[in-house]
């Protein structure tokens, strides 16, 4: 009878964290952009900031550049300095596919497991965007140069606080300078 009660109890107490979460998670505003041209969109870009995550944890002078393949979908390269812009180079390969849904793609490092990408928000001429998933544990500022402008940051930063997402939890990554 108790360990009955126990494995009720504990089923119980994990259903409720499924629906639990974060309490911000409801109120964020995960809406993608209207308008994506994609040739426009392809090309390298440098991680300013994002939260962290295990497969970014340590990186610095981060960078993602997308490029069309044979087959229609998008190749993904991403790079980053372990520990410091001076440390190994870390390089993952993947592809992301468009969706239904304009600024949603799905992008895979393995095999045929997809995570959500979400573009939130886009420069007019593609110069920054603000990428997100459906999870609140995803986010990331992006940037076709090192670094932006005071002016643009703050921008930027308006941006993710009108959402909802905590500014807080931001890393800043380091960049290597333009020559």
């Known amino acids: 009878m108790i360990r009955k009660i126990k494995i009720i109890l504990v089923l119980f107490l994990f259903s409720a ?26 090309g390298t ?3 300013i900031a994002r939260y962290d995550h295990r497969f970014e944890r340590g990186l610095q002078g ?32 993947g592809k992301a596919k468009l969706t239904d849904e304009t600024g949603k793609l799905k992008v895979s490092f393995f095999w045929i497991f997809y ?3 979400y573009i939130l928000e886009l420069d ?4 920054w965007a603000l990428v997100g998933s459906k999870s609140d544990n ?9 670094k932006l402008s005071q002016e643009v940051k703050k921008h930027i930063i ?4 009108e959402r909802g ?14 020559k």
């Open 158 to 161: 308006n941006k993710v606080e």
């Open 115 to 117: 995570a959500d990408y």
């Open 124 to 127: 007019k001429d593609y110069q």
């Open 45 to 47: 870009w440098y991680e």
């Open 165 to 178: 997402y905590d500014t807080s939890k931001l890393i800043w990554v380091e960049q290597k300078s333009e």
């Open 138 to 146: 995803y986010l990331w500022i992006l940037s076709r140069t090192p």
């Open 62 to 93: 981060v960078t993602a550049t997308y490029s069309l393949r044979e087959d229609g979908k998008i190749k993904v390269l991403n790079k980053g300095y372990k520990e410091s812009l001076d440390g190994k180079l870390d390089v993952a390969e």
């Open 17 to 42: 964290s499924c629906f639990v979460g974060n309490g911000n998670a409801q109120k964020m505003d995960k809406s993608t952009i209207k308008e994506l041209d994609l040739e426009k969109y392809l």
